[in-house]
DNA sequence: AATGAATGAGAATTCATTCAT
DNA sequence: TATGAATGAATTCTCATTCAT
């Protein structure tokens, strides 16, 4: 079961390399206009301009591209983030707390913008993490990458940061702000979203650091 | 209105209020052990003892059951927190720090509480309240009522807190926990409950109230 | 795999007894018309006029109709030449030479009524028994019971054979039958049936009795 | 001829005649450890170390390696028995009945061989002479062969055989003699081997001649 | 009201064969 | 000639819901 059949290829020339990202692009759209439940490989075969069975060479089941696609999601997500992270705050360690509040405001606006990538993906990838246990495992390797990275990130800070627990800090920071973001992009809040990104930077600025501006 | 043909009686004689209880348990037990959608009628139905006909005299759809379902277990989870509540904290208006750390401790631990009455039918719930619009709606009603209860509740210990947008603070307080507590239930964050929970109190208090102790 | 779901109904009241012999027969038909492997469950299910659907409220599948199929052929077969025997050759142990070659030709006869009941789907399950270890296992079983059924037999006639290996003999004598009518009735050998089955009596004769006349 | 397309080259090159036997190689391989029907195309090309698509420039169709394959078994079969043949019995028309039971006990020996070749190849063909119109006819054709080989050979041994029909007799000696091998080759008779060949021999002794020693 | 058989639209997947390169 | 990607009809099986009894 778990190290199946494998039949589908591993495109190396350049057609076959095309014809995987015209599937993955017409499976982004679709899972994106009707949700990944309600597309099913028929339609994705269609969408992407090929026959019901050539979407069989390159993925044994939906279930592979909705995995590659979240895999996708999170490296565009994460790289966005990083490149832009280095642009404005810069490589050197923070030496204020208006850096600190800075960087605060940083990460939500990098997660938010990720969330903003593809929204309806977003959750229906959300889904599939509670509803697949394949998929939960590679959204737990995604999720300890960018964790890891907060935690690297969180040392530099060190001497602002009041907070003895780096690791268990970082994943706060994460799941807070991605659930509030999450929160806003999809469920719609009853309430202004700066109203609640305003108090998220000061909840966690007020966790974080020694004193709160 | 137009297109509901609403043919499920709302049963009031007994003999109908229990077959109709026996669908929910049988639905409650089957949602716990293999999900939502892996759950079919004719499972449900023979799981309450009763023909797969008969299941659609007391409900439109599988659908309906869940949201049922949740309905009770907002209820559930609510009624008990709000029970518990009153007996720990009393009706006498906070006065000092340690009754707000209090206070933070016991709305954590009521929600983790909730979560564990049935933490797979509350995992699939969640997956439920993305993936539908009418189960959202729903969740969306009762996630307000709770709300409005933090909101009633943190006015009450107003001279405590230095939060200005109380409703917003409300919304947080009640998202981040839920996630957290969602996280450690279902994910298995890879770190330990207490650190998770101890931070989760930190940064709440730390937010909310003036100093820290 | 071998002790799977099962999910068909074991039916006992009439109107679903009826419906699963709606299907056999249809099987009955279409196995002979077209043979097993060219018929598929849907063909299936609209000869036997229901939906495709309701196929699999009887049967998990085609091969257990192939298999039910196979066992009423046998039982058929088997139960046939059983009332045919006792009527012709009556309850008395053989008495004298004439019996042993009257009893080689009833075998051959009956077995040839057998092959004559339906050739096309015996041929199919022939074909069937080689290829599948289910089906293959159901045949072994009923062929033991006809094995048996002439070890028994022969052994009334012992005084008037002449060989000692009496269960070689009754497996000799099944199978080789059973392959000339099989031959005859299918392959149609370039050579008369007469001659063969003529062949077939004398061989058998010179074989199991001491005088050949 | 109208219909058929006949794209496969007669290969006459000594690569294209190599890599006709590549594909032959595997198939044998296949069959032997697959059987026929589950072996598909692709795997067929595979293991032949060639694309999918060159195997129809070698084959019509799937069907045409089993058939070519089955022939080449038949000869396989044919060729070893009849060279064999000559060794043990001469080319001297036999004289005393002890030739006459080393012969039947030759002929048998040579089929077991021929089955022996590869048990699961030759179960697969068995089946496909039953399912196909086409390899039936052509099994027919080699059938016709060797019974027609064993006819001229009773006939040299006509002043010691009894029976008259020898046409009939050689088609039966060829049946019996494959079948009960057959059996217990694949099928596993619960009987041992020697047994039933120590019967069978026996049989078609006291069958064919005069007197059986 | 209850029953449980019947429905039938779907969905996933396979594979012999073709065809553009 | 060789390649291997592409084809798409065909097949199996599922399940929420309906309906005759």
């Known amino acids: 079961m778990t190290a199946s059949k494998n039949k589908a290829r591993i495109p190396v020339q350049k057609r076959s390399i095309e014809t995987r990202e015209k599937i993955l692009n017409a499976a982004w759209e679709l899972f994106a206009e009707k949700g990944y439940f309600k597309t099913n490989t028929n339609e994705l075969a269609e969408r992407a301009g090929i026959a019901t069975g050539s979407f069989y060479g390159y993925f044994n089941n939906k279930k592979e591209v909705g995995i590659e696609l979240m895999r996708r999601f999170y490296k565009e997500a994460s790289e966005k983030a990083l490149s832009n992270f280095y642009i404005q705050i810069g490589n050197n360690v923070a030496e204020n707390l208006d850096t600190g509040r800075k960087l605060v405001r940083f990460i939500?606006?990098?997660?938010?913008?990720?969330?903003?990538?593809?929204?309806?993906?977003?959750?229906?990838?959300?889904?599939?993490?509670?509803?697949?246990?394949?998929?939960?495992?590679?959204?737990?390797?995604?999720?300890?990458?960018?964790?890891?990275?907060?935690?690297?990130?969180?040392?530099?800070?060190?001497?602002?940061?009041?907070?003895?627990?780096?690791?268990?800090?970082?994943?706060?920071?994460?799941?807070?702000?991605?659930?509030?973001?999450?929160?806003?992009?999809?469920n719609k809040e009853e309430i202004e979203e700066e109203?609640?990104?305003?108090?998220?930077?000061?909840?966690?600025?007020?966790?974080?650091?020694?004193?709160v501006t």
Chains 1, 2, 3, 4 share one sequence.
């Open 108 to 186: 939500i606006k990098s997660l938010k913008e990720s969330h903003a990538i593809n929204p309806m993906l977003h959750k229906e990838t959300t889904a599939l993490i509670l509803l697949d246990e394949d998929v939960r495992k590679i959204s737990k390797e995604e999720d300890k990458k960018i964790i890891t990275f907060l935690i690297t990130f969180l040392q530099q800070y060190k001497q602002l940061i009041r907070v003895d627990d780096i690791e268990a800090a970082a994943i706060m920071l994460f799941r807070i702000s991605d659930e509030i973001i999450h929160r806003i992009m999809i």
């Open 195 to 211: 109203r609640l990104l305003g108090e998220l930077e000061d909840m966690i600025c007020s966790y974080l650091f020694i004193t």
